[in-house]
Every structure is written in C-alpha cells, then in structure tokens.
C-alpha cells in the first residue's frame, strides 16, 4: 500500500512538472497518430501535446545542466578550457538537450511496441483457452469470456473490453479483438478467424478445426520470432564492434601513432569516436 501511494505521488508530480513545462513553450506543437495510440496503449493521461510540448522546452535546462557539469569537471582536472574545448562542451551539451527532446517523442513509442511484443507471447495461451472452451461448450462468446477472465496482461484485457463493448453479434467481440492486433500480429487474426469457422463446422470435425487455428498462431509466433533474431543480429554485431572490437584496436593504434611521429588531437579523437562513427554505423 504504502508503495502504491509512493508511486502514485511520483506520477502526480511527474505530470505537474510537464504542464509546467509545457505551459512555457510559445507555439503550437503537432503529434503523430502513432504516438497518441502509445500514450493511449500505456494508459498515460497527459495529453500528446503537452509531452511534446515539455520535451521541447526539456531541452534547454538539460543542455544548460550539461554545460556546467563538463565545465565544472574540466576545472576539477585542472584542465585549462581552451576556446576548442568550450566549443566541444557547448556542441556536446546541445546534442544532449536535443536528444531529450527526441527521447521525449520516441520513447513511449519505443515502450508501447515493446509492451505489446511482451504482450503478444501471450497469444497461444489464449487461443488455446479459446479453443478449449469451444470444445467443451460452443457459444464464441463464452469462449472469448473465458479466455478473457482467466488471462493476464494487455492482451486479455483487450479482448475483456471487446467483450464488454460488443452488441453485434456472438462473434463480433472477437473478431473486433481480432482487428485491432492485425497491425502487429497478423497471424493471430488468422487464428481467431479459423476458430470462428470452428463453430460452424460439424461436430466430428471441430475438433480438427480448433487444432488447426491454434496451430496458426504457433506458426505465426515461431516465425515473428525467428524474424526477431535475424532483425537483431546485424545491429548487434554492430555494437560488439564498436564497442568491445573498435576500442581495442585504437588502443594499439594512438600510441603507435604517437612513436611515429603522428599528433592526434583529442578533439578530434572524441569528435570521431563520439559522433562521426555513430552516425556512419546509424545509417
């Protein structure tokens, strides 16, 4: 209870500092459909237009925090700030501010997507309950109730709300359940559809109809995953070069460079490193 509460205070006070923010920002601001079906999916209740509007004006107090902080540690190592270096310290605290401000716009994306991934590992045990409570007692509707009751998580809540809402038929809480996953999972649409079918097939042969509708969203599963891994595996090869293999071999390199006769500036080091060779692995 008491770390409900806690919570509960944090996201009041979370939502009070972005109206503050946003109230401070002059012009008007544009959202994306995307990302208001995010914020609807996460069950945020600010508005789209004031996080975008507080992740603007975000910008200008981080880069200035930013600004200090690497000033002031610049003066703590006794480094002497040379007109360069303020000018990399300055560049660097805007790239920050302006990354919040992105991070302001792509990150309940970023969440939402990934709720909704976790959410659909859930599919075959719904679609198996489905197809359990067809088996044993026909009525869809019964089925998609059960199957709704006895789930947890974004998905059966979904599918409990297409329940509650529907009023067109046995099968059309299903179905609108059906419709509104397709963006993300296809074959669960699929799925659904081939249980729906179930109901109207003979009974010798229902049993054969069911097994076939789970199977789909299996095959669908086992292919997104595996689609999954392929997505991830250049990225990260990518990281590992860059992080572990690229590293190493600068640690062989400057010093060498030195012995021969070869200065390297240190803004030049960390402007490649930093930025050049991010942005040429981004693209």
Same mark, same amino acid.
């Given at each position: ?6 919570? *509960?205070?944090? +996201? ?11 109230? !401070?920002? &002059? ?17 945020? @209740? ?12 975000? $910008? ?38 302006? #990354?919040?401000?992105?991070?302001? !716009?792509?990150? &309940? ?14 599919? &075959?045990?719904?679609? #198996? ?26 998905? $059966? /809540? ?6 509650? !809402? ?13 419709? /509104? ?16 079918? $179930?109901?109207?097939?003979?009974? /010798?042969?229902?049993? *054969?109809?069911? /097994?076939?509708?789970? *199977? ?6 086992? @292919? ?12 990260? @090869?990518?990281?590992? +070069?860059?992080?572990?293999?690229? &590293? ?36």
């Amino acid at each position: 209870m008491q770390q409900e509460l806690i919570l *509960d205070n944090t +996201a009041s006070r979370i939502k009070k500092l972005t109206r503050i923010l946003a109230n !401070q920002y &002059p012009g008007d601001v544009s959202v994306t459909p995307e990302f208001v079906r995010a914020l609807a999916f996460l069950n945020v @209740s600010i508005r789209p237009e004031t996080i975008i509007a507080a992740g603007y004006v975000l $910008a200008v107090p981080v880069g200035i925090l930013t600004s200090i902080c690497l000033i002031g540690g610049i003066a703590l190592i006794g480094t002497p700030l040379s007109p360069r270096a303020l000018c990399v310290v300055l560049l660097l605290s805007g790239a920050i501010g302006v #990354g919040v401000t992105y991070l302001t !716009q792509t990150l &309940p994306i970023a969440l939402a997507t990934l709720r909704r991934t976790r959410a659909l590992g859930a599919a &075959p045990g719904l679609v #198996g309950r489905i197809g359990l409570r067809l088996q044993l007692d026909g009525p869809p509707e019964r089925a998609s109730a059960f199957a709704a009751r006895t789930g947890t998580g974004p998905l $059966a /809540e979904s599918l409990q709300a297409h329940v509650d !809402q529907t009023n067109m038929g046995p099968t059309a809480g299903l179905m609108r359940f059906a419709s /509104e996953w397709k963006p993300w999972f296809r074959p669960l649409e699929r799925s659904l559809t081939l249980l729906r079918a $179930a109901v109207d097939t003979p009974p /010798e042969d229902r049993t *054969d109809a069911i /097994e076939s509708g789970i *199977d789909a969203v299996l095959s669908g599963i086992r @292919s997104t995953t595996a689609g999954f891994a392929g997505t991830v595996r250049g990225p990260a @090869s990518g990281l590992y +070069a860059f992080g572990v293999l690229l &590293p190493l071999a600068l640690v062989g390199v400057l010093p060498a460079a030195r012995a021969g006769g070869v200065s390297i500036p240190t803004g030049a080091f960390v402007l490649f490193y930093d930025f050049l060779l991010p942005i040429g692995l981004w693209e």
